[in-house]
């Protein structure tokens, strides 16, 4: 499953309002260069947090500044990988 693909599908989530939200289409863009405000990128990662089964601790003083790095975090804290985007969306509605 592509990393990216999940982030746009979480963030869309997380910003229902909005579904023209550009897709972000590089692990190295800032998030503060996309259309991720700063309480969307909470929710985002709570939402991998959930997805990702991480420990609530663990996520509450980590602050991504980009994909990559949340990337990088879930990969290293994750308790088990998502079955699928269509999954994940289900599971954080």
Known sequence: MNFLDLLN??????????????????????FMQ?????????????????????????GKDFNPTTPQELYDFCQQHKKREPESIEWAVELCK
């Open 34 to 58: 996309t259309d991720i405000d700063s309480l969307d990128g909470l929710l985002v990662l709570m939402f991998m947090s959930m997805v990702y089964d991480i420990d609530d601790e663990l």
């Open 9 to 30: 599908a979480l963030a869309r989530v997380a910003k229902p309002s909005h579904q023209d939200l550009a897709p972000i289409e590089s692990m190295d863009i800032p």
